[in-house]
T-cell receptor
Framework: GESVGLHLPTLSVQEGDNSIINCAYSNSASDYFIWYKQESGKGPQFIIDIRSNMDKRQGQRVTVLLNKTVKHLSLQIAATQPGDSAVYFCAERSWENQGGKLIFGQGTELSVKP | GAVVSQHPSRVICKSGTSVKIECRSLDFQATTMFWYRQFPKQSLMLMATSNEGSKATYEQGVEKDKFLINHASLTLSTLTVTSAHPEDSSFYIC???????????FGPGTRLTVL
């Protein structure tokens, strides 16, 4: 079935520090990965994505790293700000799934201390 | 670009009534829309996938007669929760994806409370 978190891991960082949020995936057939940010009471907001033929992609203050060997995905946020406080979800898509549905991770709650 | 809206943002209804939630892609044509449900402190659970003009594909365990999905146009999908009960209270979120695109863009969600 789809991923449903039983608990929400948390990460607490100091404002200005860099944050690293990790995600493990299980399907070696996954070809596309995406990170979303969800603030309380809101829908997920697209942050950055990466295809399986890449191992790194950079955006504004964010970098996604993909390690297919160990099926690991990470999101790095530079100079973390209070506005970055939210729950972050990774999601994967398998090429076997013609519907293009995403499988979501359990999420990580990022708390930024001023 | 890639804005998705949902209406209503919040709804409170009595047990036994039906509630319709609308999902609209405002600046692109969404050939595929997805409906998710989310409980507090949990991840998103996919309920169904709908393609414009076709019947929705429901995930295992989701009752299609309970959660009616219509995707009649390239910019609108609706989810109707029929004969709602308190256990249907949840945060419902839709997402939309353009043809041949990878990325799903999410709506702001609808908080449903069934009394």
């Amino acid at each position: 079935g789809e991923s449903v978190g039983l608990h929400l891991p948390t990460l607490s960082v100091q404002e200005g520090d860099n944050s690293i949020i990790n995600c493990a995936y299980s399907n070696s057939a996954s070809d596309y990965f995406i990170w979303y940010k969800q603030e309380s009471g809101k829908g997920p907001q697209f942050i950055i994505d990466i295809r399986s033929n890449m191992d790194k992609r950079q955006g504004q203050r964010v970098t996604v790293l993909l390690n297919k060997t160990v099926k690991h995905l990470s999101l790095q946020i530079a100079a973390t700000q209070p506005g970055d406080s939210a729950v972050y979800f990774c999601a994967e898509r398998s090429w076997e799934n013609q519907g293009g549905k995403l499988i979501f991770g359990q999420g990580t709650e990022l708390s930024v201390k001023p | 670009g890639a804005v998705v809206s949902q209406h209503p943002s919040r709804v409170i209804c009595k047990s036994g009534t039906s509630v319709k939630i609308e999902c609209r892609s405002l600046d692109f044509q969404a050939t595929t829309m997805f409906w998710y449900r989310q409980f507090p402190k949990q991840s998103l659970m996919l309920m169904a996938t709908s393609n414009e003009g076709s019947k929705a594909t429901y995930e295992q365990g989701v009752e299609k007669d309970k959660f009616l999905i219509n995707h009649a146009s390239l910019t609108l999908s609706t989810l109707t929760v029929t004969s709602a009960h308190p256990e249907d209270s949840s945060f419902y979120i839709c997402s939309a994806r353009a043809e041949s695109a990878d990325t799903q863009y999410f709506g702001p969600g609808t908080r449903l409370t069934v009394l």
